[in-house]
């Protein structure tokens, strides 16, 4: 709001341009008339009569002022300036500012940092004739500051919709201290309400914090702290505290929720998060967000990490308590390392270490466990006649109980086990093409593989967190995939089709030793249109055990209309047919269908829709509206429920303003309940 630190003319080298220049020495005045300009420095001054009192030193512009200051630029009718007191008044101004633009009938300016403006108004809107406009009857502008009205009335279409008897709002530039703007509607369980009563508060380039109030009709008083902080990789933060206290009945209330992120020395990273809250239906209460009501488990962890090129580490605390189960569950600590691949020639191995301590049960009472468990993994891959390739692989795990299941202290258990795999490629190419295709490829991967894990007395173990008993394994497979692609005439590759069947043998059953043969299969998979299919069935009764079908399709197209203008829309169509049946089920079937496009050239249109095709039943559809009203937007959202469900959210927003808005709670206030 510079715009007005107006000239200090003629105290240095001053330029004068106009087709007419008069100097009556009797009155030390100068008179410019005609396309007047005076500039000194980055201060320009346009109008078509400028008139200057040398001894008064009063500067008068008249009919068509421009005043140029740096990168501000003011309109008027007219203009006096006093360059004894640094006062002046301007008529009829209208100056572009951030984000808007300013007018008033008249704009004093009292000092350099204080600005006054009578009858004045501020929009967005760049037509001639706006959209809205802020009006206030009396303005104080306090420049790098804040910016102090009363009243505040909001017009559209020269309608007045709101009147506020008093307000104020910042009005520096990035970030700085100041009052927030408040939300205003009703809620069917709060009543009316006032929410977000906040003041913002600049601590430093590094962090802020924000003050809040919320008043609500039927609940009572709800106050917050957040606490923001930021360096550049050095840390990252945010702590939010609310307290509420309630009144009917009288009941107080919080939650505690925040994150920390830091850079610590020597490589080593610290993440943690705050996650508590007074009771279970805090969230419900008082979260504006439907899809924070759904979040029924709470947690809470720190973790440091470091990572080297070979292993990484990580030490994690962590706590999560179920709202409704009250269940608990929490590790302190949580120690890991990983060691990764370390090969000597074609020898690799790896190895990990782990060190657990779990408490779990309900609140108030819980059982706490303790294990420590390493793996050694050992790979030794090679290549038999230039086209086998040979995998053997070694795994040894030790783990450490805090007790077995008699209560003996510290018991330790080692099992091993080992794979085998084999596998090949065979492909060919097709010396012919038809059409677009000019050639065809068919690659088959058969591949064997062979598991063993010994039987050994495992009964002792008293399992901890997934760490319990390993199960003696003595079993085989035999799987082949097959791909088959097209090369087009273009270069491009397409695949057209792939195939994988898996067949298990297990030793240690002593009947049906044969396991359920497995067939997948993808039709045009790369395509945006493609089929993808799997089913089971049993080798011994002949049957399909399971049976899943899934065919998508995605596609963006445009269209275009000829007419006065050329107007090109773009469209967005993905849909998704799932079915799937197990032997002796029902069927089942869904479809997922999204669509997104412009209606009109300001209409934006959201439909999706979750059906089951064969009994036509409709389990969740949405719709979403999107209007551009110039300087305003519109969005309008519906959506539906299996069990009929319905709800509907509605708001319009200032584009450049989008604190300035209206949300269906706002008509709430004026709509019958």
Same mark, same amino acid.
């Given at each position: ?91 009829? &101004? ?144 945010? #702590? ?26 020597? &490589? ?11 009771? /279970? ?31 990484? !580490? ?129 690659? !088959? ?85 493609? #089929? ?23 596609? /963006? ?39 997104? &496009? ?34 305003? /937007?519109?969005? #309008? ?37």
């Amino acid at each position: 709001m510079h715009f007005l630190l107006i000239l200090t003319l003629f105290s240095s080298t001053t330029s004068f341009k106009a087709q007419k220049l008069y100097y009556y020495p009797g009155k030390n005045r100068v008179v410019l008339v005609d396309s007047a300009i005076v500039n000194k420095g980055t201060t320009t001054l346009m109008a078509d009569s400028i008139v200057y009192e040398v001894q008064k030193k009063l500067l008068l512009a008249f009919k068509g002022v421009v005043l140029i200051v740096e990168n501000d630029t003011l309109l008027g009718d007219s203009l006096f300036y006093s360059l004894k007191t640094h006062q002046g008044v301007s008529f009829h &101004g209208e100056s572009h500012v951030e984000k808007g633009f300013l007018r008033g009938e008249k704009m004093y300016k009292v000092t350099d940092s204080i600005l006054h403006i009578e009858n004045g108004t501020f929009t967005s809107c760049d037509l001639d004739t706006p959209h809205y406009y802020f009006y206030s009857k009396e303005m104080k502008i306090i420049r790098g500051n804040m910016a102090i009205v009363s009243p505040l009335v909001l017009f559209i279409h020269e309608v007045p919709v709101i009147y506020i008897p008093f307000w104020f709002f910042p009005v520096k530039k990035g970030r700085k201290s100041g009052f927030l703007t408040p939300h205003f509607g009703y809620n069917s369980s709060l009543g009316k309400y006032f929410r977000n009563v906040s003041y913002y508060w600049v601590l430093s380039n590094y962090a802020d914090v924000t003050f809040t109030l919320n008043l609500t009709e039927k609940r009572g008083i709800q106050a917050g702290v957040n606490f923001v902080y930021k360096k550049y990789r050095v840390f990252d933060g945010n #702590l939010d505290f609310t307290l509420a206290q309630e009144f009917l009945p009288v009941k107080r209330r919080w939650s505690l929720r925040g994150f920390h992120i830091q850079n610590l020395p020597y &490589g080593f990273k610290a993440r943690m998060r705050l996650n508590f809250v007074s009771d /279970k239906t805090y969230i419900e209460d008082y979260s504006e967000t439907p899809a924070e009501w759904l979040k029924r488990e709470m947690t809470s962890f720190l973790n440091i990490s470091k990572s080297w090129k070979f292993a990484n !580490m990580s030490l994690l605390l962590i706590d999560t308590r179920n709202l409704d189960t009250r269940k608990l569950t929490s590790t302190l600590p949580d120690f890991k390392i990983n060691i990764f691949n370390i090969s000597y020639g074609p020898l690799s191995g790896s190895s990990d270490f782990r060190y657990l301590r779990i408490s779990t049960g309900i609140i108030d009472s819980v059982e706490t466990r303790s294990v420590a468990n390493s793996n050694i993994r050992m790979r030794l891959p090679f290549h038999v006649f230039r086209y086998f390739n040979i995998n053997p692989s070694l795994f040894i795990r030790s783990t450490l109980y805090d007790r077995d299941r008699e209560g003996n202290p510290n018991y330790l258990t080692f099992v091993y086990s080992t794979s085998l795999k084999m596998s090949t490629t065979i492909y060919g190419y097709s010396r012919f093409g038809f059409g677009p295709f000019k050639r065809f490829r068919h690659t !088959m991967r058969p591949g064997i593989s062979f598991n063993y894990t010994p039987e050994k007395d495992q009964g002792r173990i008293d399992p901890v967190d997934g760490y319990g008993v390993i199960k003696a394994r003595k079993n085989g497979s035999i799987s082949i995939s097959n791909d088959f692609d097209a090369k087009l005439r273009n270069g491009k590759v397409v695949n057209l089709l792939s195939v994988s069947s898996r067949v298990s043998y297990d030793f240690l059953k002593d009947e049906k030793k044969l396991g359920a043969v497995g067939l997948s299969f993808s039709v045009l998979p790369t395509l945006p249109v493609k #089929l993808t299919g799997y089913l089971t069935v049993d080798p011994y009764k002949k049957l399909i055990n399971y049976r899943s079908y899934r065919l998508s399709a995605t596609r /963006k197209f445009s269209l275009t209309w000829e007419g006065d203008t050329t107007d090109r829309r773009t469209y967005s169509i993905y849909a998704i047919y799932n079915y799937s049946r197990a032997l002796g089920q029902k069927a089942v079937s869904r479809l997922d269908l999204k669509l997104t &496009g412009n209606l009109t050239k300001n209409w934006k249109v959201r439909y999706s829709l979750n059906i089951d095709p064969a009994k036509f039943k409709i389990y969740d559809q949405s719709l979403g509206l999107e209007r551009d009203l110039h300087c305003w /937007k519109m969005d #309008l959202n519906w959506w539906k429920r299996a069990d009929g469900v319905w709800s509907y959210d509605f708001k319009i927003w200032i584009k450049n303003l989008p604190d300035v808005k209206f949300k269906k709670s706002f008509f709430d206030l004026f709509l019958p309940h």
